[in-house]
């Protein structure tokens, strides 16, 4: 067996998987490889392989583990009607992508204009959250940090229509943990998981190079501070202490 399987590194490289998530569809019971090798490693035989990508294509479709199990493993597993489903969710998405495309266009459009956000632009699309305070105050605890000047320098770029799309992100972030947390998941299951990988994504993508011991910090400033903290809790009662977790379970 061991000419044909893989081990687990090999399969999470090959289907841009982590380890973590190989294990989970092991423990739940979704994915479990055939065999061991001598040392008791994970060997995933090429039926295992063809198993997880089907299960990687109905990941991509948007389907919940728990159903993917159904449509794999029960023969009366109605695939036609949870695929018309799936087809009309995506056929939204590909809406809201088109409507994303049209915002980036404009927001090329004001980039090559010089156009910039204002305080009060800024004011309109945050609420009065954003505070000249804050900034003032952020300066002050990390203004001699390579984040600053790395967020200085992107943010310094950005247009209206970047900030607008920065907020949408943001809110979709909140959203995902939100939601996490009313549906019960714990804080390291993979919703919770999926939702403080977004976070930090967004933070390395938008702002600065986000380590995770940075992001695991801006956990702990998500309790500690007051301010952090009614932000979250005002979106969910015990958001923020659930968002700390998340992302501790998420960079552990």
């Not at 997880?52 to 479709?61: K, T």
């Not at 809406?95 to 800024?122: S, W």
Request: proline share 2%; glycine share 6%; hydrophobic share 35%.
């Amino acid at each position: 067996m061991t000419d044909t399987a893989l081990t687990v590194g090999q399969v999470a490289e090959r289907y841009g998987l982590t380890v973590r998530t190989l294990h989970h569809y092991d423990q739940i019971g979704l994915l479990r490889p055939s065999g061991r090798s001598a040392s008791g490693y994970r060997l995933y035989a090429p039926s295992d392989v063809t198993r997880l990508q089907h299960v990687v294509v109905y990941r991509r479709l948007g389907f919940a583990l728990e159903d993917i199990a159904v449509l794999l493993d029960d023969p009366a597993a109605d695939i036609s009607g949870h695929l018309r489903r799936q087809r009309d969710a995506v056929t939204h998405r590909l809406d809201e992508l088109t409507d994303l495309v049209v915002a980036i266009d404009r927001a090329l459009e004001a980039e090559m204009n010089g156009i910039q956000l204002t305080r009060e632009e800024r004011r309109e699309l945050f609420g009065e959250g954003f505070k000249d305070e804050y900034q003032a105050e952020a300066r002050e605890r990390w203004g001699d940090t390579e984040q600053w000047r790395q967020s200085q320098e992107r943010t310094a770029r950005y247009t209206k229509d970047d900030w607008v799309a920065i907020k949408a992100e943001t809110d979709a972030v909140n959203a995902a943990f939100v939601a996490a947390k009313r549906s019960g998941a714990a804080p390291d299951s993979e919703a919770a998981r999926a939702a403080a990988e977004a976070h930090g994504r967004q933070i390395h993508e938008r702002f600065y190079d986000l380590s995770p011991e940075m992001h695991r910090n801006l956990a702990c400033l998500y309790v500690q501070d007051e301010r952090f903290a009614k932000t979250y809790d005002d979106l969910e009662p015990g958001l923020a202490q659930y968002v700390h977790d998340a992302i501790n379970a998420y960079r552990s």
